[in-house]
């Protein structure tokens, strides 16, 4: 069956294209030639079993792969026009434009505050103190989270419930100005409330920001993505615009999948 | 109709048995091992107790001028070395007025320690106003009277193999009478170093010894050992080479320590020719000896240091460096400085290496530096309990004190640094 | 596609809800059936039976409203499911208006027999309800076995049913025009045929809404509407000019 993976003509650019994508852990191939565009200011969600490569496929976009010695990445991936493999890629400035929150929430063993001006100050974003304070502040608000941390600044960001932890960490990312943020299934330790709140706080941040999510719940993909990628074995099955896939999905795989059939 | 049973049977006998019996068999074990360390400490403790106290008998003593500083100069080092015998003999004389024979009189004088002549230079010295006056000091009883004064000597021992005579615990009990004779703390033993004498015999010089040792080897293996730990953890890839390294570095945590002595003694000594005897080379080998351990805990700490920590500032674009220096060994620090402490008590403990050192010899001079020759308190214990006066058997067990005093001090730093320090993540 | 969920128990809620729009179905084609052969026989009991099982077709319809409602309560069903589960909330709607109109048929049968008979109109009236009859059978089978091309048909056949409505209509208005005496029984007749057209209109929907529900798309080629009594004029002149 022919797809078209790609977009629509009359969107404009992609701020990330994938062509042809493999990834190999040592000999295994994790990924086989996947190819997707993301595009800018949408929130695209990757869906799939455990294992079919949706993680893996993500963390090759800020090179988060990297750490992982046996990876090996193949085919051509590009933020805004470059090749991101390029040798002459700083992968520090990458990341820094690919911002990225995790599936267990991370927050360092350090204040609130600290936590939020650690992008800010490694990156020497801020020109004083006074900038400092007030980049931290706007990220936490940014992040719906400031209200509720507002005097208590100086306490440890690990003391925080599993959802505010979260958004602290989003607040992180937002805090060295990416354009781009990857989400590794952020809500798959909240519980409903705080992934509604994380949820809500998705579809404000679409204005500033290019959203990625890997989620397990297909409804989560349902309610806050506009595109949807269907991976399956480490292939891309579909990927289309999310109500196309959850109304009608071209591909038997992907509706076997996100109606619960055995597939 | 289904089984809805739940009081039975055999089985559930069998298996409370069975729970209990396991349980007896744990508290037996830990019986078993909490009377030996019972044992150990009470038998340590009742023998070594003694050797903090210490028996002194007080004379009236007339410090005349004209023994003591016939030309007025009050040079410190002329006064301690004047002849204080006969002052001495004169006040033993005051209180036994019959002792009159000669050979007796050196008897009455040999009740004070040999080195109660030093004491009281010592003393005259360091304070010249007492010149030409008399004073009441109480200077330190022989060993043999100090040992008698602390019930250690067994009377009925025939007199002839007893060094300590029927007349000269007659004496003794008439210093006592009088009040003469006391027993009070046995600073010596703190403010001392090795002496041949056991009343002089101190721990100082040996504690200072294990402290510079322990100095050298903290600053020298705390931060080769978690450099290494933190390369090999961090930023080594993974192949035949550092599996070398790996497997090595475990072997020689299991090298005995002896081997380490012989190399020190092989490179450090004989090759660099470094001072011999001294803290600087023993602390270097220990800490020959402490790091395997101490990049093995390292180690081990990093790997617990969780990755998603080190995800977090990656994917906000810290370097690697960043990434280790700002996260990973702060959160690892603690674990860390714990498994180094862990690494030093136990260099504390060593004997054996020392020994290839030469940090064996009898130094009466308490270590001012690194560089002084020195006795380390394993060693100092190894020494003493090979000594044949009676004296020393006490203090033996004090070291022992001593040097279990300091791996609790060394032991509770370390509990104490990981409570103050980690954090939770 | 796979018809087992991994939730078994979801597949027999949907199961449920399938067969009770199949039951609620194939009491509406009995009723029409019912109703077609107290017109054709005149049988007035037969138009009570058909009066009285309208009810247990609403019954249906609730209990299949609720399956529905539960299963989007509890089972979030998605892409082919969550199709199925809104079609079949339409089609038994429309299935409820189809018994509803069969139940207006048989009530009017009662006044037609009492007046006079018009064999060769009734007759007409009669291939009608046949021809919708068969339009039910099809269009529930299309639903049953997920037959987009049977849906397509049965789509297509409603025009067969609006020509036959025009032909009645036609036929109906001459009648009252020549005698004013078969004023009232043509009325019954044509508002019966007006039913028989609305049932018709209904199925096509119940298919086209099938066609969604198998194939995610809703059918793009219009389908022709044939009923176009509603532009009809027939003037005494015509008529009397002939």
């Not at chain 1, 600290?114 to 502040?137: F, M, Q, T």
């Not at chain 2, 280790?324 to 498994?339: I, N, R, S």
């Not at chain 2, 004296?391 to 640094?417: C, D, K, P, Q």
């Amino acid at each position: 069956m022919e797809l078209s993976m790609t977009l629509d003509a009359t969107t404009k650019a992609p701020i990330m294209s994938a062509k042809n994508v493999d990834v190999f852990y040592g000999a295994k191939q994790a990924i086989d030639d996947v190819s997707l565009d993301i595009a800018e200011n949408q929130i695209t969600a990757f869906i799939g079993p455990s294992g079919c490569g949706k993680s893996t496929f993500m963390r090759c976009l800020n090179r988060m792969n990297d750490t992982i010695s046996s990876a090996k990445v193949t085919g051509d991936i590009r933020f805004a026009g470059q090749d991101i493999y390029s040798s002459k890629v700083d992968v520090v400035a990458l990341r820094k434009r690919i911002g990225m929150v995790f599936q267990k929430a991370n927050p360092f063993p350090k204040s609130i505050f600290d936590n939020v001006a650690y992008g800010p100050r490694i990156h020497d974003l801020a020109e004083s103190k006074d900038h400092l304070e007030d980049i931290v502040v706007t990220s936490l608000k940014r992040a719906g989270l400031y209200d509720e941390v507002a005097d208590r600044l100086d306490e440890s960001g690990t003391g925080l419930s599993g959802g505010q932890q979260q958004r602290l960490c989003i607040a992180r990312a937002i805090a060295v100005d990416p354009q781009i943020i990857l989400m590794d299934e952020p809500c798959s330790a909240l519980d409903p409330i705080a992934t509604a709140k994380i949820e809500e706080l998705m579809e404000q941040m679409k204005e500033d920001y290019t959203i990625v999510i890997v989620t397990h719940s297909m409804a989560q993909a349902a309610r806050v993505s506009n595109k949807t990628a269907f991976f399956h074995l480490g292939k891309l099955i579909e990927f289309d615009e999310t109500d196309t896939i959850f109304t009608n999905p071209a591909n038997t795989l992907t509706q076997n999948y996100i109606s619960g059939r055995i597939g | 109709m289904p089984d809805y049973t739940l009081t039975t049977s055999k089985q559930l006998q069998r298996r409370h048995a069975a729970e209990k019996r396991f349980q007896w068999y744990g508290r037996i074990a830990i019986a078993i091992s909490v009377s030996f360390l019972v044992f150990m400490f009470t038998a340590i403790i009742f023998r070594g107790a003694g050797a903090f106290q210490q028996t002194e008998i007080g004379l009236n003593v007339a410090l005349e001028e004209q023994v003591i500083d016939p030309q007025g100069l009050r040079d410190a080092g002329d006064i301690s070395r004047a002849n204080y015998k006969p002052l001495i003999m004169d006040a033993m004389q005051d209180i036994f007025p019959d002792v009159s024979e000669r050979r007796e009189k050196n008897q009455l004088y040999r009740l004070l320690s040999s080195a109660s002549v030093f004491e009281l230079g010592e003393r005259v010295a360091k304070n010249p106003d007492l010149i030409g006056t008399t004073q009441t000091l109480w200077l330190p009883a022989s060993s043999e009277v100090d040992l008698y004064m602390k019930d250690k000597i067994d009377q009925d021992v025939p007199e002839e193999l007893r060094r300590l005579k029927d007349r000269d615990i007659a004496w003794v009990e008439t210093l006592r009478s009088q009040g003469l004779i006391k027993k009070s703390f046995n600073k010596n033993f703190f403010t001392n170093g090795d002496s041949r004498e056991p009343v002089m015999a101190g721990i100082l010089g040996a504690a200072l010894g294990s402290f510079f040792s322990l100095m050298i080897c903290f600053i020298i293996a705390f931060p080769l050992g978690i450099l290494t730990a933190v390369y090999l953890e961090e930023y080594a890839t993974k192949n035949k080479l550092t599996d070398l390294i790996e497997v090595n570095i475990n072997n020689l945590a299991a090298v005995p320590s002896i081997v380490f002595g012989l190399l020190g003694l092989a490179i450090f000594l004989n090759f660099f020719e470094l001072p011999r005897s001294t803290p600087l080379v023993g602390g270097m080998v220990l800490a020959l000896m402490a790091m395997p351990t101490i990049i093995i805990a390292s180690r081990s700490i990093l790997r617990s240091v969780p990755q998603n920590i080190r995800d977090a500032a990656l994917g906000l674009g810290a370097s690697k460096t960043q990434t280790t220096f700002h996260h990973v060994v702060p959160l690892a620090m603690p674990g860390m400085l714990t498994g180094t402490i862990l690494g030093m008590a136990r260099a504390l403990g060593e004997t054996a290496p020392l020994l290839m050192i030469g940090m064996i010899a009898f130094i009466v001079d308490v270590p001012k530096g690194v560089t002084d020759v020195a006795t380390a308190l394993p060693v100092q214990i190894f020494l003493w309990a090979d000594s044949p006066e009676k004296g020393f058997v006490e203090r033996t067990s004090a070291a022992i004190i001593v040097l279990l005093a300091f791996l609790i001090v060394m032991n509770l730093t370390a509990v104490y640094l990981r409570r103050k320090l980690e954090r939770r993540w | 596609m796979n018809e087992t969920h991994i939730v078994s128990s979801f597949t027999d809620d949907m199961n449920e809800l399938e067969s009770l729009l199949l039951q609620m179905g194939g009491l509406v084609e009995e009723q029409l059936k019912n109703a077609t052969l107290a017109l054709k026989k005149s049988d007035r009991e037969l138009a009570k039976t058909v009066l009285k099982g309208d009810e247990r077709i609403n019954d249906l319809e609730a209990q299949l409203n609720e399956t529905a409602i539960k299963i989007l309560a509890l089972r979030q069903p998605v892409a082919v499911d969550l199709r199925s589960v809104v079609m079949s909330l339409k089609i038994a709607r429309h299935l409820e208006r189809v018994g509803d109109y069969a139940k207006n048929t048989a009530r009017r049968i009662n006044t037609i027999t009492k007046a006079s008979a018009f064999t060769g109109s009734v007759s007409t009236l009669v291939r009608m309800c046949e021809m919708v009859q068969s339009m039910i059978k099809s269009a529930l089978d299309a639903y049953s076995k997920r037959d987009s091309n049977l849906a397509e048909e049965v789509r297509h056949n409603d025009e067969y049913v609006d020509q036959m409505h025009n032909t009645l209509f036609r036929e109906l208005l001459t009648y009252m025009m020549e005698d004013q005496q078969h004023i009232s029984g043509s009325i019954h007749l044509l508002l019966i045929a007006k039913n028989l057209e609305r049932m018709g209109d209904h199925v096509a929907d119940i298919a086209k809404e099938t066609q969604y529900m198998v194939t995610g798309e809703w059918p793009e080629n219009q389908r022709n509407k044939g009923d176009n009594t509603s532009k009809m004029i027939i003037d005494l002149v015509d008529i009397e000019g002939k």
